[in-house]
């Protein structure tokens, strides 16, 4: 069995910080937006909650951007340039998601602490961190004081355009937290990549002959959506 060491404390300690808060804000999110359907809390609790989890994870977005911005690990997130090596391998990525996993298959993608993610990862990751991650915090700031942020709100087409965004945004996030944890489950243990963000380290069989400290053989080692950001 070999240890890799695919994920740093501060991706850890941003990862379940990230995670409590996100679940906390679509918990709080839906009694803001259900009151009448859902009796977890008053409205003016889980508007204060709402508000102040915000704020945290904000704030705990920057613990994962300045790492990467000042850490060597910053090559797990660059795009391949080349685009017929990127769509050969997007397809042979898309190929194993779709059927090669059912057959036992080993992930084509071979983690390491410098490119851990595969192509489908890093394009999805980068969108996510970079674009729609912002986009939610700069809404949910709007939303926060709106007499405040009157002319930015004007600007952007009024209260309904900022608010249909920002909920727009929590739907794809909600249903991107169940597809997230599946797919954490598809390393080679079911738990292997929760324990992962734990330890650090990703666990995986040795094979005869390769020598590639880096790279993995069985499937869904290192190489899942189920690795964090």
Known sequence: MRRIYVNPLPVRVWHWINATGFVALIVTGLQIRYGGLIGLMSFET???????????????????????LFSDKITVYHPELNPRKYYREAFRQIRYYGFGILRGDPNPHHANP????????????QIIMLLI????????????????????????????????????????????????IYLASL???????????????????DEAG????????TRGTGGEPGLAP
Do not use: C
Request: aromatic share 20%; hydrophobic share 50%.
């Open 46 to 68: 889980a508007v204060d909650l709402h508000n102040w989890v915000g704020f945290v994870v904000i704030g705990n977005y920057f613990i994962w951007l300045f790492f990467y």
């Open 114 to 125: 410098y490119n851990k993610f595969n192509p489908l990862q890093r394009m999805l990751y």
């Open 133 to 180: 991650v912002p986009i939610q915090f700069v809404t949910g700031l709007l939303l926060w004081d709106v007499t405040r942020f009157a002319g930015a709100v004007e600007w952007l087409g009024g209260v309904r355009v900022v608010d249909t965004v920002h909920v727009l945004i929590f739907i794809f996030f909600a249903g991107f937290l169940f597809i997230h």
């Open 187 to 205: 390393g080679r243990t079911p738990s292997a990549h929760f324990k992962a963000m734990f330890t650090g380290y990703e666990e995986e069989e």
């Open 210 to 217: 390769e020598d590639d400290p880096g790279r993995k053989s």
